[in-house]
């Protein structure tokens, strides 16, 4: 819209549209009022509040990262007010679901200057237990037995209490009790923190299933495909159901021949049916076959085999009596056919094979070969279900198969194809005359039109396409009469071409504007195609500074309402981002029983100089470990997909077999591709300051001074759903570092390291996890000992519990570790919630220590076993295990504590 352009109403819906579609635009009215020099856009406009910041009062700082996720609104987000009350609900049953029964919450809004902080005041309830259950309406089972089957070891929750109600519902399923209802109603907690149970049971009658004559299949296979216990009822129809269900079981399994009777008794207490086999015999399924007089058309390279469940097969015997003419015809064929194959036609094609028949699988097969005929042109095939031909080596299933006339298309007319995307749509049409009609081409070619045209920016662009099916006309011509004609018709709307004219971006403060417009994928005046949108939403994403992204063209629907248009229409695209904090400070004291006492702090600026770099300071002061480190990223280096990072640290460490002093400094370059993957290189200067080496052996670490320059290429796969608590995903990464002489380096070698863990929620919270690790640091050249920098050590509280730190392996005599150049550990750790923020854990590490590959053994693993506990917090878990080291043929047994921060993988 321009000055001196007439105000059209559509021109003034699209504007109005235009302003409703901003974020920081809460209410949009426009009007056109007369003025003296003509008339008037005028903008009535009312900023959207906006959330700033959400803080809780009286939540314990561990639930306060869950009661954010629980939240739909969050900082950066547009402010209803109409939603307060409600999120501060989802907040409060976030506590009951913790145990705090009766807990509140509520929400409050201050406005500044149209930012809001919203603070969530929540008072907590008290944890309490179950305590006096009143039952009534029990017979079956104990009211002893349904008291400790409803009061939870754990503290009560109504979610515990509905997961202890379906399970005493199932008990009573077992039993034959498939219509009890059960009701239990907690009551107010008293001052002990006891919530009494009023339990309610209504039985029903008993059902008692008999089931006579089974003797190939189990009463327990059986009883499982009765719907009893599902539909919860013993009805008539539901009694006729289970007897349709133990003939398809039967059937499934080969028994064509099964009979069941079925007898239904219902008394005063208690409800009897009665199911009678006779399951006749177990016809073998000597093979599979097709009645077609004519053979199967011949396979192109390009097309899969004749169906994808049905397989081709020869069949078992050879035909040893066929007459002559039988003989001619199964030479002539593609695959042998038995003396059986005069089975009506003589022409059966053997397809499969297999031990009994099975009245599914044939139905698939029906429907495999209907799809495969279809696949080639017969468009009108019909396959009947298959008869049963009894020979002498047991049953042979024979479809027979009307394929109808072949059909081929004759030509392909497109309507509504300007001439702007014509030769767009004659390049891409992959369907050519007198090529075979194949059911479900016409459907992908138009998908495939539409994504081509909206590529080039017809973003409304839709095709659709039918095809007219014409049968061959009755002639004495066998060709002629069997080949159809198929006509296949495309219609095609391109709709208007659409442009960028601006990119419009909201919700970036802080971060400099000029930083965010440099990742995207949008330029004013270029054409605005899906793949622009997507490639801008993840190069911004890229940046690592916002959490919320959204790319999407303004007003497109009013501008597209103007219909087709010859030239481009000018739309504008908004990029809304939601930024995350600027800074993070960790500060922290930990303790481990190999490593001692520590404190440690942890720096991190997330948008330094407001340009979306990183800059992560951390330090730990501790009596074995100190050290410093800094990281300098940025996630798109010089605006490309690629990230790279500066980096150096300083340790101090005293380990068990040296005390080690070292700097280091590098620079890595990584990418992240598809399929979750991220690769990386990294070349890193290392110092190495070795002393105090107690080992007193030949092969004790050497110390010294140690310089290696390290070329580190690595590829990683992460899908893991959480950092600090994963429940579910995998990690894995393999990296390969190179140092060598003939680049600055004091020695030759390469260090592999392979290492993958997987997260499985097994159920109700319970995680199991597997994790293993290789390392080996293989020499070359004129170096015979591995450095002592790059020694291998494994045992203790991350690796394998139940031993001292760096004590499995090669010791002296002394007991001393020496370290070694290969290294193998293996984790199993089964965790699950206890109470509150307490989960428990029984874990089983295996790991072996080899001064080289060669010489590792699964004889000399050494392994440990044990269980622990873990407090939650909001920066990982409080850990402490009890681990059993199981020693081979050493009298040292022991029991041991490992008291650590964080889980050991």
Known sequence: MQLGAPLAGDAVVAVTKFLASLPIIRCAQVSVEDAPDGEVLVLHLERQLVVRDIAFDGIFPVFERDALKALRIRAGDAFDPGQLEAEAERVAQLMEQSGFEGSTCSGAAVDDEGEISVTYTCRRGDLSRVGAITITGATAIPAAEIESELRPWLFFTTNRLKE??????????????????????????????????????????????????????????????????????????????????????????????????????????????????????????????????????????????????????????????????????????????????ALRSGRARWLVLAPRWQSTVLEEDRGALVDYYQSVGYADVVVAAPRMEEIADGVVAVFAVDRGPEYRITDVAIEGSRVDVAEVVEANLSLKPNSVYRDGDVEGVATALEKELQSLGYLGARVTGDTELVAPPATKDAAAAARGRARVHFRVDPGPLYRVTDVVLLGSSHTQKNVVRRAFALEPGALLTPAALADTQKNVRALEVFDAIQVAPIGLDAVGAQGAATEPIDVPVKVQVRERPRTELDLGFGYDTDRGASGKFTYRELNLFDRAKKLPLSGVYGERDKGASAVLSDPRLFGSSVKGAVSSAYADSDLEAFDEESFKVGGTLSRELPWHLTSAIELAYEFS??????????????????????????????????????????????????????????????????????????????????????????????????????????????TVRGFAEDRIGPLDANGKPLGGGSRIVANFELRFPLVWLLEGAVFCDAGQVARQL???????????????LRLRSPVGPLRIDLGYAVVPGDASEQLRIHFSFGYPF
């Open 689 to 798: 300051d070795i002393s105090n080496v107690v080992a007193d052996d030949p092969d004790a670490p050497e110390a010294g001074v140690t310089h290696e320059l390290v070329l580190t290429p690595s590829l990683a796969y992460d899908t893991r759903n959480d950092l600090l608590y994963p429940t579910a995903g995998s990690f894995a990464s393999v990296a390969v570092g190179l140092s060598s002489r003939a680049f600055l380096s004091d020695d030759n070698f390469v260090r592999y390291d392979v290492q993958g863990r997987r997260y499985q929620t097994l159920f109700d919270g319970v995680v199991g996890v597997v994790s293993g690790r290789f390392t080996d640091v293989d020499l070359y050249g004129s170096t015979s000992t591995v450095p002592t920098p790059e020694l291998l050590f494994t045992g203790g509280t991350s």
């Open 164 to 341: 202890r109600v379906e399970a005493l519902k199932t008990r009573y399923h077992e039993l034959g009790y498939v219509r009890v209802r059960i009701k239990a109603v907690p009551g107010a907690v008293d001052d002990d923190g006891h919530v009494p149970l009023t339990v309610t049971i209504d039985e029903g009658k008993q059902l008692v299933v008999e089931i006579v004559g089974a003797e190939n299949l189990s009463i327990g296979d059986l009883a499982e495909v009765l719907p009893f216990a599902r539909e919860g009822g013993y009805g008539t129809f539901l009694v006729e159901e289970g007897a349709e269900a133990i003939r398809d079981l039967y059937e499934a399994s080969g028994f064509p021949h099964v009979e069941v009777a079925k007898e239904r008794i219902e008394g005063a207490e208690r409800v009897t049916v009665r199911y009678a086999i006779r399951e006749g015999d177990a016809e073998p399924l000597a093979a599979v076959c097709i009645d077609d007089p004519e053979a199967l058309p011949p396979q192109r390279e390009s097309e899969p085999d004749v169906c994808r469940t049905i397989v081709r097969r020869p069949p078992p015997t050879a035909a040893a009596s066929a007459d002559a003419a039988s003989a001619e015809a199964a030479a002539d064929a593609p695959f042998p056919l038995t003396p059986q194959d």
């Open 854 to 868: 060669s010489g590792v053994s699964f004889d000399d693993f050494q392994i440990g076993a044990g269980g622990g």
